[in-house]
């Protein structure tokens, strides 16, 4: 009861005129910087930092927060509207989300999208309201043995998606991996696959190999049908909103099942990415509709895009409570807080309520008023889609470019984003799946370090993977999920065979 | 797209060559892993040993993915040389875009990017072309250079002008 | 807001009329100053930059912005590289922790701390021995004798990164008391404490600032500080016990000291004016309340040295770290 106090008082803190204003303009510019490939929310956050220091720090953190929502909506747009996802967990919105805005469908697609990281972030923020101390327990369980479980999880509910040659796919999945794999060995502190290049120091950013593969790709393949853009009929007034909203609550259980692993995955700390990519793999499988996915079904926006804002905003709980960033953004955040004199760990619910509580009320309404910013506005994000591919593919090109140069300040970069264009054009008409790529570029690396910090640990056994009763679980899950095809077919053979 | 009476590179092709692009990545990477030291070390596996069974798995699929490119063939195009005259009236100018920009700066490339772009493929008038083209980067710079302070390439026009 | 933009406006002339004979004004930034880290987001040079961004905003120290931009690829390699390549360019400085000297040693990347101009050392930041604390460990030497006891490789020493500044100081403990541990890397510091909290290693050596919430928290446990003598803040900050309380690691019977850099470089070829406005900035950052903070929240050691003191510590401390890493076993091995 007294939480509920405190969270009362906390929205009295965040409704001030003043820190609507902070939200208003947060959210705002979150978007902006979502929108446009390059920015990330860690930019925008880190940019604005230094600006929030003559606030006081509750302020402050509502406007940044508002920042980081605004991103997190920001980010499914260009996902949608041109294939080209800004950040990684946005990526496996692309696959339904694109297919939708080419049929024409992009108002329902985008409404889908924010109603859902809506729904997700509002979740995990009840989540935290009520089971905080709780679920922080839960996150100091995650030694390296245990994050490897999840990673392996995340593949696992994933491969053996794709309708595409099974040999393809682990090509492509290999590929990815190869590229995660270039750079500074993190275990060994050594260099390996930069054959003396010193732009390949960084390895492979994915968000140069996401912008090419995906976004030039995608302008390749409409060239070759000339300049036609499809999805210009676009449907471009607010009745698409309440329309779409009356589709979804029949995918109650999609969105609940991905707030879960959203929840899950933000507070171990795996972060939004593995969470929105098995989302939508456990979606495909259990979906009635599951063999439409890829080809513009809504639920497949819903599942990635809720378990990703659950997991986005569910990362801010280890942040405050343990000082573990879960993403580049909460790692800002992070240092904002160290900044304002406010020293994050197990102390920072007890002395610092006011601001806790503030933070936590300030999710609750940055949220919503997101919500009502972005989806005032999709009949103007639709619109674009309007704009002849004569003027705005050379427009999208060169923010592609700026995007991938921004990354590392490199003209390197930009470059190897053409090739990854190219490459990703050939690979499509191939037949190449490109989502396995990218998923192994995203963790790959991340993968490999948890399962070398582990042996280290266990001084090279393999059995710590299944050394206790939480481990067990995720990894005996991951191989479930791994043969669930050949399972499922034995269990209706087995029904055949008792009927 | 199967039966077009247009000639243009036959499907097979392509696939091989994909295949054959692919093996290669995979025995590169075989090559770096070497050098990084493939076996299980005294404290787990090595630097080189992930990647390096990486790059076998690369070879083997691209081997197969050879194996199979051969044996299909049903007489598909990729693509009608219409269609990759099109794509690569987008690739090359993108290509000369991306490789001019350390010399000239993003801007001014942008700039000439933009309005060849407009042009000579969509078709614009001039008048719409340049409003474009110029808009474009000068917009660019405010949000990335001066809102975000995210710094951009520039060359030898923006030094002159002190920007 | 207008004052102080004046006063700094006087203070820079009255400083070119007392400095130079010649009559042009003493050199200023005339575009946005990009602040290099070579460590990703969230961690402590991160945290030192940003803070620095911060106090520079708010007291309006410099009147063209300073942007932190983090180039931390190839364990930092990326921005030292990055400054070595904008030869010429007075708008870059960077920020540097331990891998200036350790990332090229271990690495083999084309690069020295002497390519770089040295501006000034801010601080040096402390390294302390933790334990969770719920380990019947309240001394070095409970400390030692279980790590001792344990089989050989079986107690686990979390830090930050492979070949870094943690893993030297694991290796110096380990020659020091004479056993075997095993280190295992994590990204970041903030990680390294809650793998710690969470039981996944048996003890840590993060720096104060990584460690002090949850030792508030009453989650983990400082042994000892790897310093010459105990820190200098006399705060109470748990269990009644300062910064202070804390013994040196020498006294305790474990002969080991390590303190890191933070300093400030900018990039080569660096006029004596240009070099000189950088260490004037960082004087009037050290003078504000905001950064008097901030070194006593993370506990640092707040030694400043500029010019020819600051080039010949470096000096000294390359030829330290080329020691340690040699006798570890560290060096890049020439590929």
């Given at each position: 009861?007294?939480?509920?106090?405190?969270?009362?008082?906390?929205?009295?803190?965040?409704?001030?005129?003043?820190?609507?204003?902070?939200?208003?303009?947060?959210?705002?510019?979150?978007?902006?910087?979502?929108?446009?490939?390059?920015?990330?929310?860690?930019?925008?956050?880190?940019?604005?930092?230094?600006?929030?220091?003559?606030?006081?720090?509750?302020?402050?953190?509502?406007?940044?927060?508002?920042?980081?929502?605004?991103?997190?909506?920001?980010?499914?747009?260009?996902?949608?509207?041109?294939?080209?996802?800004?950040?990684?967990?946005?990526?496996?919105?692309?696959?339904?989300?694109?297919?939708?805005?080419?049929?024409?469908?992009?108002?329902?697609?985008?409404?889908?999208?924010?109603?859902?990281s809506f729904v997700g972030a509002l979740f995990a923020v009840i989540m935290i309201t009520l089971v905080a101390p709780l679920v922080a327990g839960f996150a100091l369980r995650f030694g390296p043995a245990e994050k490897f479980a999840v990673y392996f999880l995340a593949f696992c509910s994933f491969v053996g998606l794709s309708k595409e040659p099974p040999f393809k796919t682990i090509a492509a999945m290999m590929m990815g991996f190869a590229l995660a794999a270039v750079g500074?060995?993190?275990?060994?502190?050594?260099?390996?696959?930069?054959?003396?290049?010193?732009?390949?120091?960084?390895?492979?950013?994915?968000?140069?190999?996401?912008?090419?593969?995906?976004?030039?790709?995608?302008?390749?393949?409409?060239?070759?049908?000339?300049?036609?853009?499809?999805?210009?009929?676009?449907?471009?007034?607010?009745?698409?909103?309440?329309?779409?909203?009356?589709?979804?609550?029949?995918?109650?259980?999609?969105?609940?099942?991905?707030?879960?692993?959203?929840?899950?995955?933000?507070?171990?700390?795996?972060?939004?990415?593995?969470?929105?990519?098995?989302?939508?793999?456990?979606?495909?499988?259990?979906?009635?509709?599951?063999?439409?996915?890829?080809?513009?079904?809504?639920?497949?926006?819903?599942?990635?895009?809720?378990?990703?804002?659950?997991?986005?905003?569910?990362?801010?709980?280890?942040?405050?409570?343990?000082?573990?960033?879960?993403?580049?953004?909460?790692?800002?955040?992070?240092?904002?807080?160290?900044?304002?004199?406010?020293?994050?760990?197990?102390?920072?619910?007890?002395?610092?309520?006011?601001?806790?509580?503030?933070?936590?009320?300030?999710?609750?309404?940055?949220?919503?008023?997101?919500?009502?910013?972005?989806?005032?506005?999709?009949?103007?994000?639709?619109?674009?889609?309007?704009?002849?591919?004569?003027?705005?593919?050379?427009?999208?090109?060169?923010?592609?470019?700026?995007?991938?140069?921004?990354?590392?300040?490199?003209?390197?970069?930009?470059?190897?984003?053409?090739?990854?264009?190219?490459?990703?054009?050939?690979?499509?008409?191939?037949?190449?799946?490109?989502?396995?790529?990218?998923?192994?570029?995203?963790?790959?690396?991340?993968?490999?370090?948890?399962?070398?910090?582990?042996?280290?640990?266990?001084?090279?056994?393999?059995?710590?993977?299944?050394?206790?009763?939480?481990?067990?679980?995720?990894?005996?899950?991951?191989?479930?999920?791994?043969?669930?095809?050949?399972?499922?077919?034995?269990?209706?053979?087995?029904?055949?065979?008792?009927? | 797209?199967?039966?077009?009476?247009?000639?243009?590179?036959?499907?097979?092709?392509?696939?091989?060559?994909?295949?054959?692009?692919?093996?290669?990545?995979?025995?590169?990477?075989?090559?770096?892993?070497?050098?990084?030291?493939?076996?299980?070390?005294?404290?787990?596996?090595?630097?080189?040993?992930?990647?390096?069974?990486?790059?076998?798995?690369?070879?083997?699929?691209?081997?197969?993915?050879?194996?199979?490119?051969?044996?299909?063939?049903?007489?598909?195009?990729?693509?009608?040389?219409?269609?990759?005259?099109?794509?690569?009236?987008?690739?090359?100018?993108?290509?000369?875009?991306?490789?001019?920009?350390?010399?000239?700066?993003?801007?001014?490339?942008?700039?000439?990017?933009?309005?060849?772009?407009?042009?000579?493929?969509?078709?614009?008038?001039?008048?719409?072309?340049?409003?474009?083209?110029?808009?474009?980067?000068?917009?660019?710079y405010l949000v990335f250079e001066r809102w975000f302070l995210v710094p951009l390439p520039k060359g030898p026009l923006e030094d002159w002008l002190g920007l | 807001m207008k004052p102080s933009v004046l006063s700094v406006a006087l203070a820079a002339i009255a400083m070119s009329c007392a400095n130079s004979t010649a009559s042009r004004a003493a050199w200023e930034p005339v575009r946005p100053v990009e602040f290099i880290v070579p460590a990703g987001t969230g961690g402590g040079?991160?945290?030192?930059?940003?803070?620095?961004?911060?106090?520079?905003?708010?007291?309006?120290?410099?009147?063209?912005?300073?942007?932190?931009?983090?180039?931390?690829?190839?364990?930092?390699?990326?921005?030292?590289?990055?400054?070595?390549?904008?030869?010429?360019?007075?708008?870059?400085?960077?920020?540097?922790?331990?891998?200036?000297?350790?990332?090229?040693?271990?690495?083999?990347?084309?690069?020295?701390?002497?390519?770089?101009?040295?501006?000034?050392?801010?601080?040096?930041?402390?390294?302390?021995?933790?334990?969770?604390?719920?380990?019947?460990?309240?001394?070095?030497?409970?400390?030692?004798?279980?790590?001792?006891?344990?089989?050989?490789?079986?107690?686990?020493?979390?830090?930050?990164?492979?070949?870094?500044?943690?893993?030297?100081?694991?290796?110096?403990?380990?020659?020091?008391?004479?056993?075997?541990?095993?280190?295992?890397?994590?990204?970041?510091?903030?990680?390294?404490?809650?793998?710690?909290?969470?039981?996944?290693?048996?003890?840590?050596?993060?720096?104060?600032?990584?460690?002090?919430?949850?030792?508030?928290?009453?989650?983990?446990?400082?042994?000892?500080?790897?310093?010459?003598?105990?820190?200098?803040?006399?705060?109470?900050?748990?269990?009644?016990?300062?910064?202070?309380?804390?013994?040196?690691?020498?006294?305790?019977?474990?002969?080991?000291?390590?303190l890191m850099l933070r300093g400030i470089f900018m990039s080569p070829k660096a006029t004596k004016d240009q070099v000189e406005y950088y260490v004037e900035l960082f004087k009037k950052v050290r003078a504000t309340p905001e950064w008097q903070d901030f070194m006593k929240s993370g506990a640092f050691n707040t030694t400043f040295m500029t010019g020819a003191d600051y080039a010949k510590w470096v000096e000294a401390e390359e030829k330290r770290h080329e020691g340690l890493m040699?006798?570890?076993?560290?060096?890049?091995?020439?590929?």
């Amino acid at each position: 009861m007294e939480e509920l106090a405190n969270l009362f008082h906390g929205f009295a803190v965040a409704l001030q005129p003043y820190n609507i204003m902070l939200m208003i303009i947060g959210i705002t510019l979150g978007v902006i910087i979502g929108v446009l490939p390059g920015l990330g929310g860690a930019n925008g956050v880190a940019i604005l930092l230094p600006l929030t220091f003559s606030m006081p720090p509750t302020s402050a953190i509502i406007m940044l927060s508002c920042i980081y929502w605004g991103a997190l909506f920001g980010g499914a747009i260009t996902s949608i509207l041109f294939n080209i996802p800004g950040e990684p967990w946005s990526v496996a919105t692309t696959f339904d989300g694109y297919p939708m805005a080419q049929q024409g469908r992009p108002g329902e697609a985008l409404t889908a999208a924010f109603t859902s990281s809506f729904v997700g972030a509002l979740f995990a923020v009840i989540m935290i309201t009520l089971v905080a101390p709780l679920v922080a327990g839960f996150a100091l369980r995650f030694g390296p043995a245990e994050k490897f479980a999840v990673y392996f999880l995340a593949f696992c509910s994933f491969v053996g998606l794709s309708k595409e040659p099974p040999f393809k796919t682990i090509a492509a999945m290999m590929m990815g991996f190869a590229l995660a794999a270039v750079g500074l060995d993190s275990i060994t502190g050594q260099l390996r696959l930069t054959f003396g290049v010193t732009e390949l120091l960084n390895g492979f950013d994915f968000l140069i190999a996401v912008i090419g593969l995906f976004g030039i790709g995608e302008i390749l393949l409409t060239m070759e049908e000339g300049l036609a853009f499809r999805g210009g009929n676009a449907t471009i007034n607010l009745r698409v909103v309440l329309q779409t909203w009356r589709e979804l609550p029949a995918y109650w259980m999609t969105s609940l099942r991905s707030c879960l692993i959203g929840c899950w995955m933000g507070v171990t700390p795996a972060g939004a990415t593995p969470a929105s990519f098995m989302s939508y793999g456990i979606a495909k499988r259990l979906a009635r509709r599951g063999n439409n996915f890829g080809k513009g079904e809504i639920e497949g926006v819903i599942a990635p895009e809720t378990a990703a804002h659950a997991a986005g905003t569910s990362a801010l709980l280890p942040m405050l409570s343990l000082g573990v960033p879960g993403s580049p953004t909460a790692a800002v955040l992070l240092g904002g807080l160290l900044i304002w004199g406010l020293q994050p760990g197990p102390m920072l619910f007890v002395e610092q309520k006011e601001f806790v509580w503030g933070l936590i009320a300030s999710m609750y309404l940055g949220n919503l008023a997101g919500l009502l910013v972005v989806l005032t506005c999709v009949p103007i994000f639709a619109a674009i889609l309007r704009v002849p591919f004569g003027i705005i593919a050379p427009l999208i090109l060169v923010l592609c470019a700026i995007g991938a140069y921004s990354v590392h300040n490199s003209t390197f970069d930009v470059m190897l984003m053409l090739v990854f264009g190219v490459l990703g054009y050939l690979l499509k008409k191939c037949n190449y799946p490109l989502a396995p790529l990218v998923l192994a570029i995203v963790l790959g690396d991340k993968a490999e370090e948890a399962f070398r910090q582990s042996l280290l640990g266990s001084q090279g056994s393999l059995g710590v993977f299944f050394s206790n009763g939480l481990v067990s679980t995720i990894m005996a899950l991951g191989l479930v999920a791994l043969f669930w095809s050949a399972i499922q077919e034995g269990y209706s053979r087995l029904r055949t065979s008792m009927a | 797209m199967t039966e077009r009476s247009e000639r243009g590179p036959a499907h097979k092709t392509l696939e091989i060559g994909m295949a054959l692009l692919i093996g290669v990545f995979g025995l590169v990477v075989i090559f770096g892993s070497l050098k990084a030291g493939i076996n299980w070390g005294a404290e787990g596996p090595r630097a080189g040993f992930f990647p390096f069974y990486i790059g076998a798995a690369i070879v083997v699929a691209s081997a197969i993915n050879l194996w199979h490119a051969q044996r299909d063939d049903d007489g598909r195009l990729f693509a009608a040389w219409g269609q990759l005259r099109q794509v690569m009236s987008v690739v090359v100018p993108t290509a000369i875009y991306v490789g001019s920009m350390p010399f000239i700066g993003l801007y001014v490339a942008s700039m000439v990017f933009i309005a060849w772009f407009m042009r000579w493929l969509g078709g614009y008038r001039w008048l719409t072309t340049i409003a474009v083209a110029v808009g474009m980067p000068v917009l660019t710079y405010l949000v990335f250079e001066r809102w975000f302070l995210v710094p951009l390439p520039k060359g030898p026009l923006e030094d002159w002008l002190g920007l | 807001m207008k004052p102080s933009v004046l006063s700094v406006a006087l203070a820079a002339i009255a400083m070119s009329c007392a400095n130079s004979t010649a009559s042009r004004a003493a050199w200023e930034p005339v575009r946005p100053v990009e602040f290099i880290v070579p460590a990703g987001t969230g961690g402590g040079a991160d945290q030192m930059a940003r803070t620095i961004q911060g106090i520079v905003t708010k007291h309006n120290l410099m009147k063209q912005p300073l942007v932190v931009i983090n180039k931390a690829g190839g364990a930092g390699g990326e921005g030292f590289l990055d400054v070595k390549t904008s030869s010429g360019n007075p708008h870059k400085i960077i920020i540097t922790l331990s891998n200036l000297f350790t990332t090229p040693l271990a690495t083999g990347i084309p690069f020295n701390w002497k390519d770089l101009t040295p501006v000034a050392m801010l601080a040096l930041d402390e390294f302390v021995l933790w334990v969770n604390a719920e380990k019947p460990y309240s001394s070095v030497k409970d400390y030692v004798d279980a790590a001792k006891k344990a089989p050989s490789g079986s107690f686990k020493m979390g830090g930050t990164g492979s070949k870094q500044e943690d893993q030297i100081i694991t290796v110096g403990i380990e020659k020091a008391v004479d056993t075997k541990f095993t280190y295992i890397p994590y990204k970041g510091g903030g990680e390294v404490a809650v793998q710690l909290v969470g039981n996944h290693v048996d003890s840590t050596v993060n720096n104060p600032i990584e460690a002090v919430a949850q030792w508030r928290g009453g989650k983990l446990r400082p042994l000892c500080v790897f310093d010459a003598q105990p820190m200098a803040y006399d705060e109470p900050i748990a269990e009644g016990k300062a910064w202070k309380d804390i013994p040196t690691c020498k006294s305790q019977g474990l002969a080991m000291e390590y303190l890191m850099l933070r300093g400030i470089f900018m990039s080569p070829k660096a006029t004596k004016d240009q070099v000189e406005y950088y260490v004037e900035l960082f004087k009037k950052v050290r003078a504000t309340p905001e950064w008097q903070d901030f070194m006593k929240s993370g506990a640092f050691n707040t030694t400043f040295m500029t010019g020819a003191d600051y080039a010949k510590w470096v000096e000294a401390e390359e030829k330290r770290h080329e020691g340690l890493m040699k006798e570890a076993g560290f060096l890049a091995s020439g590929n």
